[in-house]
């Protein structure tokens, strides 16, 4: 059996029933996939990258488009939750458990251990990344968390670290990921419990490099979540690791627009639905409750982008690409103005692999850290290389707007796009309804607050915390402003 079948087959295990719940079971993790004694380390690992999909292509990003307004929630859920802000404690609290258990920080730190045990530092080096790349994004989302405390058995009512000092946290276990996968064997075929690096069958070292690059480009992401409290000395710092990130220029204008590179980090998927499909897909295929945002279609216009307008969404019946404003209404209103949907042909396909951090983020990270330190000359290298990689005409000069919104198309789908937002204010979005700004974090989750006296009800944030408003992160201390 080659890597790519086997791959497939272990995948296959723990995505089922993870489309429209995102919930993780199936055959083989009957037993409790968190416990060392009846899992293996690398099985575990499959459920580490079972759930995190469910995160980063479920829910959570759903929200993040939204409320960026790349999409808008036409219906049901994603309308209340997302478009009209209403997402509750009860609703998100399964999203933020699973940041914590059935494939999160418990067995990141089981697989961590075993490997430590076992001298096996690829293992321990990929675990560590995943583990920066979870908690990463979830303090993105919710703020101070439980994190230095999390997941020990001795401490039933974990602390709440802040924000700021996560954020360091992580980087630090980005390095730790680093400094294990660089002393790594490299002989040998990847390894096949790998479904990021290694869905296919390849060589090792070529897995190292490749998982070490996209540490760079995830310590990178997170500098520029802190460039509002800590100002342009994490412009450098987001410079220096993008600068040894992702660096495998794609081969066509497709792998650019839809981030399949081969040194892009992307979610394995199989075919079959209700099983191991892309996430975005499934949900898309039982509920069409999402549509084209109008902000994003006519970013696209405006830029003449026709390419990847036809890339991400697909025409109405009438031929025209439309979308929603921030009310779910048709731009403009009326007759034939029927909101475009996600693209049928490639975003939409079970086997679409779901792109998480790309060569083009990189060039876009190293674009904005360039111009806000005073290189701009340095910042339109980066844009142009991503602009003539997908077939657009290169620039020649740019302000930072054109950086950004350039950014805001590439992280199309992305949860991070969210922060870019926050950070950025750009593209000018206009909140739901009379909301005074966009929704810039998630409320906690039930579960942990009600088990949790350390997590303050809804309606107290951010008191207890080091949160800036009730809706707003400690990282985000200014809403944006709008229309």
Known sequence: MNTHSKAGAVLALTLFGAGCSDFLNGPG???????????????????VQANMAARLEGQLARCAGVYTQQLIGSNNQQLSYCTQYAVTESDISGQMSAFYTGGGLLALRNVQAAAQADGDSLLEGIAKIWEGLAIGTATSIWGDLPYSQAVNPSIAEPA???????????????????????????AGNCDATDL?????????????QRWIRAAYTLKARFHLHLVERHGNAEYAL??????????????????????????????FHGSVQDFDANIWAEFLLQRQDLVAGNVLIQVLKSRNDTVRLRSYFDPNAAGQFVGSDQNNVPVPAGGSSVPSV??????????????IVT????????????????????????????????GMPALGNVSFT????????AMFQNVDVWSDFKRTCIPLVTPFGTAAEVLGRMPYG?????ANPHIPLPTAYPTGTTGSARVRNWNDPTACPHP
């Open 29 to 47: 993790l009957t037993d409790n996939p968190n416990n060392p004694t009846t899992a293996t380390a690398r099985q575990q690992l499959i459920a």
């Open 160 to 186: 709440l670290d802040s924000q700021e000092s996560i954020y360091a946290a992580v980087s630090a276990r980005l390095d730790e990921g680093i400094a294990a996968l660089q002393a790594a064997p490299t």
């Open 196 to 208: 990021i690096y290694c869905a296919s069958v390849g060589p090792r070292a070529t897995e190292i």
């Open 238 to 267: 987001a410079l220096a690791a993008a600068q040894n990130g992702i660096s495998e220029a794609p081969t066509s204008a497709t792998q650019v627009i839809h981030g399949q590179a081969a040194g892009d980090f992307r979610m």
């Open 342 to 355: 996600i693209n049928t042909s490639v975003r939409r396909q079970f086997t679409f692999r779901q792109p």
């Open 359 to 390: 060569w083009a983020e990189n060039q876009l990270i190293m674009a904005e850290a360039k111009y806000m330190t005073g290189d701009s000359v340095g910042a339109v290298g980066n844009v142009d290389a991503v602009r003539t990689a997908v």
């Open 402 to 409: 054109d950086v950004m919104l350039e950014k805001y198309i």
């Open 446 to 450: 039930s579960a942990e607050r009600t």
